[in-house]
């Protein structure tokens, strides 16, 4: 009875992280696709980033990441792939900080043009390892990212569960301060 119970975990979690992760097919994806990411809100300089641009901050290039759904199923791997650090971007856009503990109020929306979006908090990007592995990438297997991607998209490459935090057809990077 044991087995079965689990077996029909598992099944039930890959196929609601199938679901997730197949949003529709490849003929209905070109409207998603991204050609630039916008960085905005609380900044100094508000950017708008084509791979072009991208290609100017120093390349960040990872082997091999496991797509982890929030259910703890593994859906799959990204291989091979380059891009930029996410804080990198940051600091050219310079977040804007009046008062020494504003960044501690501070988090950053990733968004996708499907609606999907993601959320990281500035100490999380600057004063942690996870913000060593948050890239926007846009190269795979040294080629440009294809119509499931977008041409720029976004990974937690040092989260637990990765799925989550992946981000398709990144088209807006937003810092926003929270509370006074």
């Not at 490849?26 to 980033?49: C, P």
Request: contains cysteine; proline residues 3%.
């Amino acid at each position: 009875m044991f087995q079965q119970c689990r077996a029909l975990l598992i099944t039930t979690a890959l196929v609601f992280c199938q679901q997730v992760f197949a949003h529709e097919t490849t003929s209905d994806l070109s409207k998603y696709v991204t050609e630039s990411v916008t960085v905005s809100g609380a900044v100094e300089n508000k950017l708008i980033l084509r791979v072009n641009d991208l290609r100017q901050f120093p390349p960040q290039k990872v082997g091999e990441v496991p797509l982890i759904c929030q259910t703890g199923a593994n859906v799959g791997k990204l291989e091979n792939f380059k891009g930029v650090l996410l804080k990198d971007i940051l600091e050219k856009a310079v977040v804007i900080s009046k008062d020494h503990n504003d960044v501690k109020k501070t988090i950053v929306i990733a968004s996708a043009t499907d609606g999907y979006k993601v959320v990281f908090s500035w100490s999380e990007i600057f004063n942690t390892p996870i913000g060593e592995g948050v890239m926007v990438f846009f190269e795979k297997d040294g080629k440009p990212l294809s119509e499931d991607e977008g041409r720029i998209a976004m990974i937690s490459s040092k989260d637990l569960r990765t799925g989550p935090r992946h981000v398709k057809w990144l088209n807006g990077i937003e810092v926003r301060k929270i509370v006074d």
